[in-house]
T-cell receptor, first 111, second 113 residues
């Protein structure tokens, strides 16, 4: 089975802190994605990557950056966390031309 | 870009009844349509998908139908069970575009025992 793991299930940070969310997949998938999920808004794409060191902006990249130094790992970075970034963050991975597999999510609260 | 609308937002059925969730999409170039089930506290799980060269696909109690002309697709769950209770998301993408996917807003399905 595909396994996508995220470094934390719950995270509480203060406004202005730098936050790192880590995602690792074990199936040699080319594509990796970061979404945020908010009530009534569904899943919104923040960034995705289709290869090591490659990244593409999604629909809501403002306030976020990403890093993909190794194929299995995709990191989401909040340079200076703000309260409006309180959300559920979901990482996903996929092979080219296949469906996406999601991790369990990280619920981030910014105080 | 692609826009996916999903209805209803909530659905309550009696155990053993069928449930149907409908989605429409806007981009006629979309050719891949997955459905995800998200249980409380978990990430979405891919439960079934369909490509545009197929009109219907079944997997045990779940089935998906696709009408390319009308640009809509539906999830059908038969003989519902309490463990089917979850939020279901539809999605659409052009699968050649590195899987850039657009999701519906979700349907909260409750199956009453």
């Amino acid at each position: 089975d595909v396994k996508v793991t995220q470094s934390s299930r719950y995270l509480v940070k203060r406004t202005g802190e730098k936050v790192f969310l880590e995602c690792v997949q074990d199936m040699d998938h080319e594509n990796m994605f970061w979404y945020r999920q908010d009530p009534g808004l569904g899943l919104r794409l923040i960034y995705f990557s289709y290869d090591v060191k490659m990244k593409e902006k999604g629909d809501i990249p403002e306030g976020y950056s990403v890093s993909r130094e190794k194929k299995e790992r995709f990191s989401l970075i909040l340079e200076s966390a703000s309260t409006n970034q309180t959300s559920m963050y979901l990482c996903a991975s996929s092979l080219r031309l296949r469906g996406q597999f999601f991790g369990p999510g990280t619920r981030l609260t910014v105080l | 870009g692609e826009n996916v609308e999903q209805h209803p937002s909530t659905l309550s059925v009696q155990e053993g009844d069928s449930a149907v969730i409908k989605c429409t999409y806007s981009d006629s170039a979309s050719n891949y349509f997955p459905w995800y089930k998200q249980e409380l506290g978990k990430g979405p799980q891919l439960i079934i998908d369909i490509r545009s060269n197929v009109g219907e696909k079944k997997d045990q109690r779940i089935a998906v139908t696709l009408n390319k002309t009308a640009k809509h697709f539906s999830l059908h769950i038969t003989e519902t069970q309490p463990e089917d209770s979850a939020v279901y998301f539809c999605a659409a993408s052009i699968i050649q575009n590195n899987n850039d996917m657009r999701f519906g807003a979700g349907t909260r399905l409750t199956v009453k025992p």
